[in-house]
């Protein structure tokens, strides 16, 4: 069962790779997420192993019931009362002051050497974080005499940490509302009596009893009528009123009760499926990030590095003691990598958690940055720009033949395919079995020493055994948002091209209507992909395709988008993104890519700036302790304020 907890307190992504290691290597969890920049940590394990999980982040001082972090708090204010008197009273007297400010330094400073001591006590050797520099600079504040800016150094951070877990609230929000925990037991209605029973236990075919408020654990197909919240997943907030036979997918809400028939086991469900996904991409590296991670693997000993030089220089061109000590502690503060390594991740979780729940799940957040080099949009015609839900019109057949049609047909997943088998079930006709093959438009099967051969042109035209024995008419559907999503394309300047495996008048009257750049017809799979191959070399596109004949192609372009059929498919697709049910989200996905880029830029720019910027003052002596911890702190909240912006971004 996935679990969220939240571990504010996690600060540093380079922390976070310890608890990582530890949950690992003591096999607590499959699937495990540590999201720093929320400070949520999604875990796939039993009751058994979370108790244990959360026994061990607690001993690393990052994971607190609520009342305890109420005490905690309770304790950092004291302090900062303390280090205020102290602060106020250091003129007047400065035994007192003093204590004051040794004091509240102590009680602020303590959850450092705690983090340290646990780091050290798992046989970290990697005990270069934030706590170690936090202690060695404040303590060489203190030994070079620099009281109030030393208490300062302890009083500043834990202040920090409050702002700090006030935005991370914040950022959870979109995060948890998708990682929401599933529902452990449901009501099974069995032998006309209700059972509860463990989630995990649910078969397809299960019937089972909802009351409202309750949030869909599997995939079910109702059985009586409801009222349902499916904003999780489709960011519409408006509840849809559903009828008996419609698919309700699990992580949305039940606003009134009902009874349902099971779908889809947990794992395959939606909700699983997504969270899931979700994990996975958050947990990917991004190549930025990796590259990130290398550079700061430099960055930090060079710094720690520069602070043992400038200590000896300090002490070799004749510095007081108590300077050299001042100069390097401020160095030392200065080395701790945080704001660069939340830069991308921090932007990461919040256009995450903000896309998924606008309907576009994320699988690869590199596509993110690539999104805003493409100049054209590919779109796929059946089951992308169509419905892929197909009615048959007229027949003109035997219900004997349709028997063979329908039997050839039941071994397809094309809607054609689903139109002519659903027909079929209308009257009733037996299915049997048979051998097929397909060759573009033409689809053949052997079936009890009968040769059935269907053509698709204008018509699905039908021979048994050579001889035309009738037709179906097949029309498809558009869908709503289709010609208004393309033009919005249009509008903000993409080239739209059409690729289908469909018979070319088809594809035309489509591409006229929709007033389309390009279309090109009777495309086979291997076809769509040679052709986005061969467009790549000249510009960079975007494919948007069902997942299903168009996986090749999807494959071969810039950056993906899938659509699949929620009745026939889990969400798990290869392509970059994955939309949930309508092309809606298209239309702000460009835009979002691109803030979400120059978000990761500003980050960087900012953490590295500022980082270079005292670097250098502190070498020629110029920054004050204090300065150091505000400017260490200030840019990794910056960092988190300014991702948190992409949160806020509206969808429609
Ligand atoms: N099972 C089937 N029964 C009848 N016709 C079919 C079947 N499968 C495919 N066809 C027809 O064969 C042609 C090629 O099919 P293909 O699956 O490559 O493209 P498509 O899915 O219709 O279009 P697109 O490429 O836009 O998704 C189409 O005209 C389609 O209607
Ligand atoms: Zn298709």
Same mark, same amino acid.
């Given at each position: 069962? $996935? ?34 920049? %929320? ?36 304790? %950092? ?8 008197? *102290? ?52 303590? /060489? *504040? ?31 929000? /979109? ?33 089972? $009893? ?83 991670? $290398? ?13 043992? @030089? ?59 940055? #690539? ?16 419905? *892929? ?116 008048? #088809? ?7 929709? #007033? ?10 291997? /076809? ?16 948007? *395709? ?19 059929? $929620? ?7 290869? @392509? ?28 960087? /720019? ?47």
């Amino acid at each position: 069962m $996935r679990t969220t907890l939240t571990a504010t307190q996690l600060k540093c992504p380079k922390c976070a790779v310890h608890i990582e290691e530890e949950i690992k290597k003591k096999n607590l969890a499959r699937d495990l997420v540590i999201d720093v920049p %929320t400070g949520i940590i999604s875990v796939e394990a039993d009751e058994e192993q979370l108790i244990q999980i959360k026994r061990l982040l607690s001993q690393a001082g990052l994971y607190h019931e609520e009342h305890e972090e109420r005490t905690e708090r309770f304790i %950092t204010i004291s302090g900062l009362v303390l280090f205020a008197i *102290g602060f106020a009273a250091i003129r007047l007297s400065p035994p007192v002051g003093i204590t004051f400010l040794v004091v509240s330094s102590i009680i602020n400073g303590y959850p450092r050497v705690h983090e340290l001591v646990h780091n050290l006590s798992v046989g970290v050797l990697d005990i270069f974080d934030e706590n170690l520099l936090m202690l060695l600079g404040g303590t /060489g *504040g203190f030994i070079a005499g620099a009281y109030v800016e030393a208490a300062m150094v302890f009083n500043l951070y834990a202040l920090a940490e409050i702002i700090e877990e006030s935005v991370k609230k914040k950022a959870q929000e /979109g995060l948890r509302s998708i990682l929401t925990d599933i529902p452990d037991s449901a009501m099974l209605i069995k032998e006309q009596q209700l059972v509860a029973v463990e989630v995990e236990q649910l078969k397809a075919g299960d019937h089972i $009893r909802f009351t409202a408020g309750d949030t869909v654990p599997v995939d079910v197909v109702l059985l009586s009528p409801a009222l349902v919240d499916e904003s999780v997943i489709t960011g519409e907030s408006a509840p849809v009123n559903h009828e008996p036979g419609d698919m309700v997918l699990s992580g949305s809400k039940l606003l009134t009760p009902c009874d349902a028939e099971v779908l889809r086991p947990l794992q395959e469900s939606n909700l699983a499926q997504v969270q899931k996904t979700i994990a996975q991409t958050l947990s990917r590296k991004s190549a930025f990030r990796s590259w990130m991670e $290398r550079f700061t693997n430099v960055y930090s000993p060079l710094v720690l590095i520069s602070a043992v @030089a400038v200590f000896l220089f300090g002490l070799l061109s004749g510095n007081a003691f108590s300077v050299a000590v001042y100069r390097s502690s401020v160095l030392l503060l200065i080395a701790c990598p945080c704001s660069l390594l939340l830069a991308s991740p921090s932007a990461v979780s919040a256009a995450v958690s903000t896309l998924a729940r606008q309907g576009v799940l994320v699988r690869n957040t590199d596509a993110l940055e #690539k999104l805003p080099q493409v100049g054209t949009v590919i779109f796929d015609k059946t089951g992308t720009i169509t419905t *892929g839900r197909m009615k048959i019109t007229e027949a003109q057949i035997s219900d004997e033949h349709l028997a063979l049609v329908a039997s050839v047909e039941s071994y397809f997943k094309h809607p054609v395919a689903d139109a002519i088998v659903a027909y079929a079930a209308e009257k009733n006709i037996v299915l049997k079995e048979a051998k097929v093959r397909q060759n573009g438009n033409v689809i053949t099967g052997e079936i009890e020493n009968h040769q059935v051969e269907l053509t698709m042109k204008d018509l699905l035209q039908v021979k048994v055994d050579g001889m035309d024995v009738g037709f179906f008419k097949v029309e498809e559907e558009l869908r709503d948002e289709a010609p208004w999503v393309i033009q919005r394309l249009k509008d903000q300047g993409y080239k739209i091209i059409i690729l289908s495996g469909d018979q070319h008048e #088809k594809v035309e009257t489509l591409a006229r209507q929709l #007033k389309v750049d390009e279309y090109y017809a009777n495309m086979t799979p291997e /076809g769509k992909q040679a052709f986005v191959k061969e467009l790549e070399k000249r510009e960079h596109c975007l494919m948007v *395709g069902d997942g299903l004949n168009d996986a090749l192609a999807l494959s071969e372009a810039h950056v993906s988008v899938a659509l699949p059929d $929620r009745r026939i498919k889990t969400i798990v697709e290869t @392509a970059d993104f994955i939309l949930s049910g309508t092309l809606t989200p298209l239309v702000n996905l460009p835009s979002y890519a691109q803030s979400y880029t120059s978000t990761v830029k500003t980050n960087v /720019g900012l953490s590295l700036g500022i980082k270079v910027a005292i670097f250098t003052t502190s070498l020629l002596g110029y920054v004050a302790l204090p300065l150091a911890v505000v400017a260490d702190e200030g840019t990794a909240l910056l960092v988190l304020l300014n991702s948190l912006r992409l949160t806020s971004r509206a969808s429609h």
